[in-house]
């Protein structure tokens, strides 16, 4: 294997280099064996270190073990896959990758060894969860875990071929997971009772994230995905991760900040928004305590606070975690980026501006997106404010295309959409996007966030009203003159529905609609408006009609910017309004 010291050196610089297990462990034979339960009790103070900020330090206690215990080396290389995942730097997925694959042969020289024969027959009979030992057991669980990150890193791969390889791991993890909880099952686990909370809470972690990633998916996806083998129950996944976050283990931090990513971001980004904020914070609770001055710790507790409307409260917790630490500046990063909508909440584009200018300087995650987003929000501000910064928004949005980023082939639907509207600049004449920063929003979902506060809702009304009348009086309407006073009505209609009043957004969503056969250019405007809609008849108790405006909007459109976005939305509320439907129903 080849050796590197690229990516690793920067967060620490005294690592081994990346040799090939079997001549790391040749040359440690004469170093007492570090048992089980002595290596659990290590990753966990390494974990608790990792937690204080202390990330150098981290991978300093692990790296020593890191060829010879299997814990060790993941936790080495889950670290190393974090950084990779943040910085999208070549030389840092290039040492994650390394650190992967030697930890997969360090766990395998542990799981249990099988001849041809007894290969060929487990492809018929599953090998008895009691024939294996209790590190054969802890062998298979590390398997799977790092199997698993081996294919969330493949997927940055931007090759078919890559997007196929992490598919296959990805299954081949999933089923070893099925057999660990088989093992559980059995009563196997029983024979290792000083590290058997470590296996199931692994286990645990696993099930727990597969089912409920899975359940996100729409109808179509995930009976093909339970044909394959998998299978994608919600309440199964919420279940295993509570029981994985409680469990006392070595992962049950992995379990909380797993749930915590649900809640908090895929809830709101690809559902309908709707939050359960008291199990975020009672999950947080015990270990926002542990570790007070935590980066992760303060970056949750200010995601909390953004989510409950409590702006100023969350902007103070997002500047405390940057201050909190200085060694992975991609964490000031993903804070740069919570502060540039906190304050976009708030309509306060000059401060908004200077956190998407950082994050164009400093991030490599999307710079389309950042780019367009810089020149979105510098579009919200007078002219002569932008001058004074030194900017030039048509030069921006020129630049917007040429940044984007593919994956397995493919564009990344925001950056496809930032890319789409920005092309009106490229033209001799550019034609102004009416509220591009608004627009944004919408697509983030952040108006489900801007919405638990009236104050801040009738700000953006007022906003919105204005870019009306602009477009009503305009002397030269460009050709995209009709897209954007749909785009206004669509988010008027937005916010006069979070102000409860329902007749007066109801118009709003008729204007976008009745608008379907002339619009030119955004044609997405017209099913995410009859969503919209939907939830409006929700809002009114019309359960029934809610979701018979909201299949329509799923199967009568296609081919649309944010398609899939917009399908795992509806998914999200059909799968509310089902439940809801289900316990009003007498039995």
């Known amino acids: 294997m080849k050796s590197s010291t690229n990516g690793v050196g920067r967060i620490f610089s005294n690592a081994p280099e990346l040799n090939s297990v079997d001549k790391m462990c040749s040359e440690n034979l004469l170093s007492p064996p570090m048992d ?27 790296a020593p073990w890191k ?33 992967l694959n030697d930890a997969l042969l360090l766990c395998q020289r542990f799981r249990k060894k099988t ?29 799977a875990e790092v199997l698993l990150q081996k294919a969330a890193l493949t997927f940055l791969d931007e090759s078919i071929i890559g997007f196929i390889k992490g598919g296959m791991r990805i299954r081949n993890s ?6 660990c909880q088989a093992m559980i099952q059995s009563n196997s686990h029983s024979r290792g009772k000083s590290t058997n909370i470590h296996f199931q809470g692994g286990v645990s972690m696993g099930i727990g994230s597969f089912n409920l990633m899975l359940s996100l998916l729409p109808g179509r996806i995930l009976k093909l995905m339970e ?41 709101v980004i690809l559902g309908s928004g709707d939050v359960d904020l008291s199990e975020a914070e009672a999950l947080l609770e015990p270990f926002a305590k542990r570790f007070p001055n935590g980066a992760l710790m303060l970056f949750y507790v200010a995601r909390i606070a953004l989510l409950k409307g409590n702006i100023r409260l ?28 906190a304050y976009s909440f708030e309509q306060n584009w000059r401060e908004a501006y200077h956190y998407a200018h950082l994050l164009c300087q400093e991030s490599k995650w999307s710079q389309s997106v950042y780019v367009f987003q810089k020149a979105s929000i510098l579009s919200m501000l007078p002219e002569d404010e932008v001058q004074k910064l030194g900017e030039n928004v048509v030069d921006l949005y020129r630049e917007v295309d040429g940044l984007r980023l593919k994956m397995a082939g493919k564009s990344i639907p925001t950056e496809k959409f930032a ?48 870019a009306e009348e602009e477009l009503k009086h305009q002397p030269n309407p460009s050709e995209y003159h009709l897209d954007d006073q749909c785009v206004v009505q669509l988010l008027k209609g937005l ?83 089902t439940s809801c439907q289900a316990e009003m129903t007498p039995l």
């Open 419 to 466: 890319a789409k509207k920005a092309q009106r600049y490229s033209a001799s004449k550019p034609a102004k996007l009416a509220v591009p920063a608004l627009e944004m929003m919408y697509v983030w979902n952040g108006f489900t966030i801007v919405g638990k506060r009236a104050d801040l809702t009738e700000n953006m009304l007022t906003t919105l009203e204005k």
């Open 314 to 341: 969350a902007q103070e917790k997002f500047l405390a975690c940057i201050a909190a630490q200085h060694e992975w500046r991609q964490i000031h990063h993903l804070c740069y980026w919570e502060l540039m909508w």
């Open 36 to 62: 089980l339960e002595a290596a659990l009790k290590e990753c966990s103070s390494a974990l608790d270190l990792f937690l204080n900020n202390r990330f150098s330090d981290a991978l300093a206690l692990l």
């Open 495 to 577: 916010c006069l529905r979070q102000l409860g009043q329902l007749d007066q957004a109801e118009v709003c969503f008729a204007r976008v609609s009745s608008s379907e056969a002339d619009l030119k250019y955004d044609k997405y405007l017209v099913p995410f408006s009859m969503y919209e809609m939907g939830l409006l008849h929700k809002q009114r108790g019309d359960i029934q009609k809610a979701i018979s405006v909201m299949e329509s909007a799923k199967t009568d459109y296609k081919d649309y910017n944010m398609e899939s976005r917009l399908h795992f939305r509806i998914h999200a509320a059909l799968n509310s309004m």
């Open 67 to 99: 060829n010879q215990s299997m814990y060790h080396a993941m936790g080495y290389s889950s670290i190393l896959v974090m950084q990779a995942g943040m910085t999208f730097d070549p030389k840092d997925m290039n040492a994650a990758m390394e650190a």
């Open 115 to 143: 001849g041809i024969m007894v290969t060929l027959s487990n492809l018929w009979y599953r090998q008895s969860p009691e024939s294996l030992t209790e590190e054969e057991m802890h062998a298979e669980l590390c398997y």
């Open 227 to 267: 044909f394959l083998g998998f299978s994608g129950d919600r309440e199964l996944g919420l279940s295993e991760l509570r029981a994985g976050a409680s469990s006392g283990s070595l992962r049950s931090i992995l379990s909380t900040l797993t749930l915590l990513m649900f809640h908090l971001y895929v809830s």
């Open 174 to 179: 999933y089923q070893i997971y099925k057999e």
